[in-house]
């Protein structure tokens, strides 16, 4: 074996076929994306050339940067549900009755397809016929909000399902993780005497740190280019109110003929998110790594 | 050995990468070699939600293949939206099918343009002279060809729930006044007045559209939208004024602008709000659908948009040609592609009347056939229409049509007032 992979010519060939694929599906049309951002087209005639006055114009229009706004308050909440997440993983990786079953529950909605978990909360946040707010109304709230139709609301309302959908997601993965902690180490913790919470907080909490940082970048990327429950409940509005980068961008591109502007702000949003992914690195990266 | 292993797997992936350019390039010679030939055909209604139409289209395509040795129709369907999109990205790569649905106007100028729509103009002097409703064939006219023939006529009229109406003594209003009386009774007694699902915006844009037309004419929006008049017009304002005038005495359901049209639809099906407006495509629903309860279409009545002041003219209507079918530049089969499109127009104008309930494009002729009341109603009303005005998101440019829709939503959502309303439709306007 050692022999063949010694050979670089074999290891090129072996490495090409995903190289390939990779470039196809994922560089190339980033590429393009960006030459795109260039042109003033339609989608459909001829192109011309334009330089930057897409990337220009993006860059002055007030509704991408509300977009953007509402891509990084979706970021901000993720990141910060990412810490319920954790309690919950803590006490379902402690021995507790039905942790099992739990887990399991909890994953639930990772298992639904996007659109069929944006159906299903399109109908909980009825107004008139909805379970959440009949359940208010019964509560005696005389007049509960129409949760998708109110731009103050709107955008919170939808955080919702995005949070519920991946928490999930996140559980399985903190879980793997504080199930991978040696079981002498809590062991020897308790026999010192330290409450379950010394133990969650100093033991196993620095234990699975590299997880955590990791769960980090992936909830604020995720966040940045989310698009699904958006775009299937409200389609970026009332006017706007619930608009999103990607759906911004999906609305230019596909519903106004704007192709290439639609490209540049699709490229846009690659170098945000490449942008704040090197940012949040370099903020959660520690010299040494803890060993155990 | 371990070399001849690796070379092995080098060598099974070569292999299978020569079948798979084996198999590609066999298709094609398939395609063009021999007799056969195969017609790309893409349309929007699915089984699922268009039972009916969808029931027609299969009928059509096999009548057509019966009739025409070696010729194959090629068929994808897929739902509105996703339709849209697909037709758009096929157009990006050349590689729309030969014949497929477009919308008049603003959706279909970008194709025109890019000529990957073919006119058909013979056809229209030819087999199918003289069978369209006049305006309709008109509405898919770019620089004096026509690109599409339209299947569809559509007019907007007020649905309403006739039991509720009576068990409050209510009439149907002819004006605006009443209307707004009709509407105080209802929410009174608790009854939301008017289902409107104001997610999808272009049916918010119908409740403008009628109060611009009743106030200010038929020619105002028109003529704003064409740029022979202005946005800023006071009558264009003062509709926009009286949306909410409406809005703010609770006309429509709650939380309308989260609703889509088919969460308002089924409100309205399942009476749970008295009035709706939508265009006539709706009206199998009302008449034969028997998937919905006879007692429920039995009590559907409809209204035309009442009149504004004394002002307006009932007989005027928005609504115009829905889907048409086009066929492509590019087609290798362009001749088949043709005959197909206009065979299936005049299929699809004598089975759409009686099977599926919807007005076709193509002139009905009433008296032979047995059709439900509500259906020869909006017929007549249809021969006596004195103007249609196309849907406004269909007659402007797709960006401009965007910001119509989004400023739509936020003026029944009272974010903005009439005035600001109107300037920014002209700013978008004027800056095409």
Redesign the interface.
Known sequence: MNKVMSNKWIIALYVLPALLLIAVLIFIPLILTGYYGLMDWNGIATMEFIGLENYINAIQDAKFWESALHSFLLALFSTLSLLVYLAISLILASKIKGSDLLRKIYLIPMLLSSVAIAQLWIKVFNPSNGMLNSILMALGVDNPPAWLAEPSIVLYAIFIPILWQYAGFYILIYYAALKNIPEPLVEAARIDGATPLQIAYKIKLPLIMSVFKVTIVLAIVGSLKYFDLIYVMTGGGPNGASEVMASYMYKLAFSSNEFGYGSAIGFLLLIITLIVTVIVRKATATKEEIQY | M??RK?FAG?FV?FLSVLVMVGCSSDEEANSSSGGDKTIEFMHLWPEGSSAQHNKIVSDIIKDFESEHDGVTIDLEVLSNEQY??KL?VL??SNELPDVGMTWAAGFLE??V????FTPLDDLLEGDLNDSFVSGTAEAYEIDGSTYGLPLELNIATVFYNKAIFDQYGLEAPATYEELQQVVKTLNENDV?PIALG??D?WTGSLWYMYLADRIGGAEVLTNAINRSGSFEDPALVEAADKVQELVDMDSF????????DE?AKS?FMNE?AAMYLIATWDLPNYTTNEDVPQEFRDSVGYFPFPTVEGEGDMNSFVGGPGVGLFVAEDSEVKEEAKEFASFFVQEWGEKSVTEAGVIPATKVDAGSLDLPDMYVDVLDDLNEATNITLFADVQM???V??VHL??I??LF?T?ISPEDFAKEHEEALSAE
């Open positions: 371990l070399k690796a080098v992936i849209k999109d758009k157009s990006t970008p194709y343009d890019g000529e990957m939301a104001n997610k915006r359901v709650k939380g309308f602008n989260g609703l889509s969460e409100m749970q440019s797709a960006d049509a965007q989004d400023m939503q936020s959502g974010e």
